[in-house]
């Protein structure tokens, strides 16, 4: 696998690097010590996959408080998502940055994403797929969100008037504190 270092500290692209003949190809895609010699958490507690129906539907921008922040490994296994971390973490030289990157079921690639980081993403095409891995189990009372379209971030989402959720709609914009 190749670790790609994103702007954001600590989140990588993940690359499968894939061995290929006749037949087809063959790839790792998740390795605890290849995770752990990166300094990423390889633990993964919890899988998730999530389904939609059409191009535009945009979910997020979701993450959970501590204790129970979690690290998530992503891709997309059918169709195509542009996909979108915040870095939340306090201290933090980028917080309130934005990372985003195209994730496909042609390109393999995942995004690691630490804890600290709101995810969300935007489907590129109807019927597209994505598999989560989780580090943490879902706890619904540590289960947050902020705007998807909060102008503090300015997240340049690649496609108007998305469908999102009247919970996505309704997380609260982020207060940033003054300079």
């Known amino acids: 696998m190749k670790f790609l270092p994103t702007p954001l500290e600590g989140a990588f692209i993940v690359e499968p690097e894939l061995l290929e003949d006749e037949r087809g190809s063959f790839a790792r895609s998740f390795c605890q010590e290849e995770f752990r010699a990166h300094g990423l958490d390889p633990v993964v507690v919890q899988c998730n996959v999530s389904f939609n129906k059409r191009r535009g539907v945009l979910r997020g921008l979701h993450y959970q408080v501590k204790p129970h922040e979690e690290a998530k490994l992503v891709r997309c296994t059918r169709g195509a998502i542009w996909d979108v971390i915040v870095d939340l973490r306090e ?13 496909t079921a042609d390109n393999r690639r995942a995004l690691y994403i630490p804890k600290g980081f709101a995810h969300g993403f935007q489907t590129l095409a109807d019927d597209s797929e994505v598999f989560y891995q989780m580090s943490e189990f879902y706890h619904p009372e540590s289960a947050r969100g902020i705007r998807w379209n909060d102008p503090a971030i300015g997240i340049a989402w690649p496609l108007a ?9 309704s997380y609260p914009l982020i207060e ?4």
């Open 161 to 169: 008037d998305p469908l999102v959720s009247l919970r996505d709609q």
């Open 176 to 179: 940033r504190e003054a300079s």
């Open 91 to 103: 201290g933090a030289a980028t917080r309130y940055r934005w990372f985003a990157t195209e994730l």
